[in-house]
C-alpha cells in the first residue's frame, strides 16, 4: 500500500532532516551471476580466469600469490607462495619503507619482471587480492593481475589443489616507484573541492554512517567521499561484475575516466581492491589511500562527515551484540545502546491475515512477529473500502496495540523485515506514538543472514507492559489532509510525492489501488515528485547513502529549512 511509502519516507526524513549531519572536523549489490567477457573491459588483461591460471601451472615465468589471511598450509592453488599484506606494513598499516618492501620481496624470490597472479577468499579477505595487486603496481611491476572469483570460485569449480609449502629461491627485487599510485592525506586535502577529483570509501554504509567499527579515532567519512562498498563488484559466485555493471555503478556516482579517483577503506586493503576495478575499467589516475581512515581519522583537523542519527540504522553485528551471541534473555551492551530494554520486531505485510510463515521459517532470536497492516484501522478487513481505512490507528488503540507487543516509551525497538518501506513503516509508527528509541536493521533479515546470523524458530510472545505516556509523543510526525492545505499555502513548504512516475504525471490507468473506490489519477497541486520510494533502497535492501539522498533532496528544494511532508 502507499502508506508504507509514506513511512518509509517519513522515517528518512526523520533520520536526515531533524539534525540533517554533522561534521566532524552503499547502489548496486549482489548482482546475479553473469557471463564473464573478458575481452569487454578496457584493461581485461588485468583479470585472469580460473582456465588460464590452470593452463599457466608450471610455468617459471609465473609467480602465484596466496593472499588469504589462512588457509593456505591446508590448501592453495599448486606452486602458489603465500604473502600476506599484513607483513609489508608499519605499525600504522601504512607500506613500509621502501627498502624493506625490497628486502622482503627479494627474499620472497620475486623480482619486478615477473609475471604475477595473485588470488584470496574475495570478501572473506577484506580486498587482500587488490592490496597485494596496488602495492606491486606501486613498486614498478608491469604484469600482474588477479584470478577471477578467486579461491572460493576454484574451490567451487572443482579445480586441483595442494598442501606443498612453496618456497623460491632469494631473488634481487629493484623497485620503480609509481608515486601516483599511492595517495597521501595532504594531496587528498588539496584536492577534495576540485570538481575532477573524486574520492571512493569503499567501507560498509555503518562505517560511511558514522559507526565505529575497527578502532578509528573518529566516525563517519572524509568530507565529500562517495559511498562505493567494494563488495558490490563481486557477482554472487565471487566472480568479478560485468563491464555493463561496473560502468553503471561508476556512472551513477558520476565517477568518469576522465577524473582523479582515490580510494581509501579503513586501512587501505579493500580500497585495494576497488583500485584493481578502477585499473581494470580504464581509469589512468587512480590511486589507494593507505593511510585510510585510521590516518584521516586522528588528525581533528582533517574533515569528516557522518550521519547525526546513525545509531538509527543497526548492523548485524550491534543486533548480535545487543542478544548477546544468541541468547535474547541477556541484553548486550552495543554502543549507543541505553539499556532500558529492547525488543525485536519482524514486520511483514500478510493481507487479511496473521499468517507467519516467514517467522515460522527463521527469525532473529527473541523477536516477536507484527503484521503491519494491523497498524491500520480497518484490519483485518483487508483490501479496504476506501483510502482512508488504512489509516494508522486511532491513538487509544495505538497505544493498547504497542503496549501488547510489549513495548513501553523508554524501550529500545529494532525493527527488520523483508523490505526497507515495511520496516520504515512500522517504525514511523512507533515514532509517532512516542517511541523513543526506534532503529532499523540496515538490510533487514537478508543482511542478517548473508552475515551469519542466528536463526530460531520458536515462536516467541510479548509480555504487555504500560507505555508510560500519553500518545502520540510526536504528533508532528503525521499530517492530515488539512495540514496539506495550509502547507501548500506556505511558501517554506514542500509537499512531496513519492509514487511511481506513471501515478504522479497521472498518466491514464495509473491510479494502482483499483480496491478502493475512486479512481483519482493525477497529484497534488504544487507537489514535486521526490522518486519512488523503490529509490531509496539498494537492490539488497539497504538505505540508499544519505548522501545521495541528501542530494537528491537538495535538488528538488527539500531542505532542512522548509516543512516538508511526503504522501
Not at 580486498?127 to 606491486?136: D, E, K, S, T, V
Request: glycine share 8%.
Amino acid at each position: 500500500m502507499k502508506k508504507q511509502g509514506n513511512g518509509f519516507l517519513l522515517f528518512i526524513m526523520i533520520l536526515f532532516m531533524i539534525t540533517f549531519f554533522v561534521s566532524c572536523g552503499d547502489s548496486i549489490h549482489n548482482k546475479a551471476v553473469s557471463e564473464l567477457q573478458e575481452g569487454s573491459y578496457p584493461n581485461a588483461s588485468l583479470l585472469i580466469s580460473g582456465d588460464s591460471l590452470e593452463a599457466s601451472i608450471g610455468d617459471s615465468k609465473t609467480v602465484v600469490i596466496d593472499t588469504r589471511a589462512s588457509g593456505y598450509t591446508d590448501s592453495h592453488i599448486p606452486g602458489a607462495i603465500s604473502l600476506l599484506w599484513g607483513d609489508f606494513t608499519d605499525e600504522s598499516l601504512n607500506l613500509k619503507k621502501l627498502a624493506d618492501l625490497e628486502g622482503q620481496l627479494s627474499v620472497a624470490g620475486l623480482n619486478r619482471n615477473m609475471r604475477f597472479i595473485i588470488y584470496d577468499d574475495t570478501t572473506a579477505s577484506w580486498g587482500a587480492a587488490g592490496r597485494i595487486f596496488w602495492m606491486l603496481e606501486y613498486l614498478g611491476c608491469k604484469d600482474v593481475h588477479i584470478l577471477n572469483g578467486g579461491w572460493d570460485k576454484w574451490v567451487e569449480d572443482e579445480r586441483v589443489t595442494e598442501t606443498t609449502i612453496n618456497t623460491f629461491t632469494e631473488d634481487t627485487f629493484v623497485a620503480e616507484v609509481q608515486e601516483d599510485r599511492l595517495a597521501d592525506k595532504d594531496h587528498i586535502l588539496n584536492m577534495l573541492k576540485d570538481e575532477d577529483f573524486v574520492i571512493i570509501d569503499s567501507r560498509e554504509d555503518e562505517e560511511y554512517n558514522g559507526w565505529i567499527l575497527c578502532g578509528e579515532t573518529r566516525g563517519g567519512h572524509i568530507r565529500d567521499a562517495v559511498s562505493v562498498n567494494y563488495k558490490w563488484f563481486f557477482n554472487l559466485d565471487k566472480t568479478v561484475l560485468s563491464y555493463e555493471d561496473l560502468k553503471e555503478i561508476f556512472a551513477s556516482m558520476e565517477i568518469t575516466t576522465d577524473k582523479e579517483v582515490v580510494s581509501y577503506s579503513t586501512a587501505g586493503i579493500r580500497s585495494g581492491y576497488v583500485y584493481f576495478a578502477l585499473r581494470l575499467m580504464g581509469y589512468e589516475q587512480c590511486s589507494n589511500y593507505d593511510g585510510s581512515i585510521y590516518e584521516w581519522s586522528a588528525d581533528a583537523s582533517a574533515p569528516m562527515d557522518a550521519l547525526s542519527n546513525y545509531h538509527k540504522l543497526v548492523y548485524p553485528g550491534w543486533v548480535n551484540e545487543l542478544i548477546a551471541d544468541g541468547n535474547p534473555g541477556t541484553a548486550g551492551t552495543p554502543p549507543t545502546y541505553p539499556g532500558n530494554g529492547y525488543v525485536i520486531v519482524e514486520a511483514m505485510s500478510e493481507r487479511g491475515s496473521d499468517n507467519t510463515d516467514d517467522y515460522d521459517a527463521g527469525h532473529i532470536p527473541g523477536a516477536i512477529h507484527l503484521n503491519i497492516y494491523a497498524l491500520e484501522s480497518a484490519y483485518p478487513n483487508y483490501p479496504y473500502a476506501c483510502p482512508s481505512d488504512g489509516n494508522l490507528l486511532p491513538d487509544v488503540e495505538l497505544q493498547a496495540f504497542i503496549e501488547n507487543m510489549g513495548i513501553a516509551y523508554d524501550t529500545t525497538v529494532v525493527i527488520y523485515g523483508d523490505s526497507a518501506v515495511k520496516n520504515a513503516r512500522a517504525a514511523w509508527a512507533l515514532m509517532y506514538a512516542g517511541v523513543e528509541d526506534v532503529r532499523i536493521l540496515n538490510g533487514g533479515y537478508y543482511s542478517w543472514v548473508a552475515n551469519g546470523g542466528i536463526e530460531e524458530r520458536t515462536k516467541n510472545t510479548s509480555i504487555p507492559v504500560s507505555f508510560g505516556m500519553t500518545v502520540p509523543g510526536h504528533p508532528e510526525y503525521l499530517i492530515t489532509t488539512t495540514d496539506v492545505q495550509t502547507l501548500r499555502a506556505d511558501p517554506t513548504g514542500v509537499l512531496a510525492d513519492i509514487r511511481r512516475w506513471e501515478e504522479f504525471i497521472g498518466a491514464p490507468g495509473s491510479n494502482g489501488y483499483p480496491h478502493f473506490e475512486f479512481n483519482a489519477e493525477g497529484r497534488i497541486p504544487g507537489a514535486v515528485w521526490a522518486y519512488n520510494s523503490s529509490e531509496y533502497s539498494d537492490s539488497d535492501g539497504t538505505f540508499r547513502s544519505y548522501t545521495e539522498v541528501e542530494q537528491m533532496w537538495w535538488d528538488l528544494g527539500i531542505k532542512p529549512n522548509r516543512k516538508i511532508a511526503f504522501y
